[in-house]
């Protein structure tokens, strides 16, 4: 059907398949082409609820929200925005991401870091596009921000309650290294370790003994503890120290046997060579010997 100064429609068994118009051509249904297609600045492909847009002159072909680029025979690979969001979407197996050599990089924008693997290499992790996550030959390095610390936090079972939550820190501007928990419902220390120096023993925030130079050091009032019912300990008071045993008898021996012994509600003992020589009694002394 030639239509004087409008279109020209072509039909196949009565149902039109192609037809001119003012801004080019209409073609209904499949349009095979033998030895490739050429097209102007904007092409638009329709479908019943989406469409696709070549725009030549920007070299873009642009997909309306939630029309899909599909690849495979059943369709199994594709990508798609849905108005919200991006997606790709593997339908059957694994979807793999490939370089031959350089890094494959994942950007906010042109230049924000968030992502970097390197092939025979490591895995980058970021945050505001500062490094804090690497992979490296021997395990993982954690990385603060400049003047930051550095942080691993540990959170069991979901991290819904306070003594779920734990940490480890690499503070910054010293050498120290703390491990700490959050059961109280705010961070308190447990262990404190400093780089050419000691570490520190914490109960409930408060430090109780750390290691020095050759020794381990107590602060005042603070016990060095022994048996199951802590029936010995050892302490300094600020003033005076201290060796109390709770439970039966103390006794002060080298290699060889007996040298001191301090009976509970009783007598203290003194010997020479594993043979008593001194007693304390209820009336004074017993000694055995000159």
Partial sequence: VVTPNTSVDLYYNNSKKFETTNDGTVTTGIGTFTAGATFGDDVEFQGASANITFDKSADDLIFMDNAKAAFGTGSDLSIYHNGSHGYITEGTGNLKISAASGPIQILKGASENIAMFTPDGSVELYYDNVKTFETIGAGITIYGPEGGAAQICLSSDEGDDNADKWRIT???G???LRIQNYTSGSW????????????HLYYDDSAVCYTDTAA???NDSQYLKFGSSQDLKIYHDGSNSY???VTNNLLIRDAGGNQLTVVQDGAVNLFYDNSQKLATTNDGVNITGV
């Fill in 170 to 172: 690499k503070e910054a």
């Fill in 174 to 176: 010293n050498s120290s």
């Fill in 188 to 199: 308190e220390t447990n262990i404190l370790t400093t780089g050419d120096a000691g570490v």
């Fill in 216 to 218: 381990l050091r107590f």
């Fill in 243 to 245: 060796i109390d045993n």
